[in-house]
């Protein structure tokens, strides 16, 4: 089980920070990491973190959002700076139990889900 918290209403160019926790069932999670959607969109990839210590970004984010774990709490979280009005979404949080495909942006291969927080960035 997967908890989010964090999200909310902010400015364009303002700063927010999304947490999760995994809870419940002691397991290896290989990535932990964040998607998107907005309204009338496909759920996104964001960001994600693997347990080689690699993390991957989508094009959109990349040098604003950092993604990181804490492997003691079994915890990720997404730090959003510069934020975008273009980055208003529900956000959720994935965890990836199986170490292939390595690297993947696809949701559907990301079986542990959060609840979504909402994010919003007023222009």
């Known amino acids: 089980q997967l908890q989010a918290s964090g999200g909310g209403v902010v400015q364009a160019g303002g700063s927010l920070k999304l947490s999760c926790a995994a809870s419940?069932?002691?397991?290896?999670?290989?990535?932990m990491g964040w998607f998107r959607q907005a309204p009338g969109k496909e759920r996104e990839f964001v960001a994600a973190?693997?347990?080689?210590?690699?993390?991957y970004y989508a094009d959109s984010v990349k040098g604003r959002f950092t993604v990181s774990r804490d492997y003691d709490k079994n915890t990720v979280t997404l730090q959003m700076n510069s934020l975008k009005p273009e980055d208003t979404a529900v956000y959720y949080c994935?965890?990836?139990?199986?170490?292939?495909?390595?690297?993947?942006?696809?949701?559907?291969?990301?079986?542990?889900w959060g609840q979504g927080t909402q994010v919003t960035v007023s222009s």
């Open positions: 994935a965890g990836k139990s199986s170490r292939t495909p390595y690297a993947t942006k696809d949701p559907g291969q990301y079986a542990y």
């Open positions: 419940g069932r002691t397991f290896s999670m290989y990535a």
């Open positions: 973190a693997w347990s080689d210590a690699n993390t």
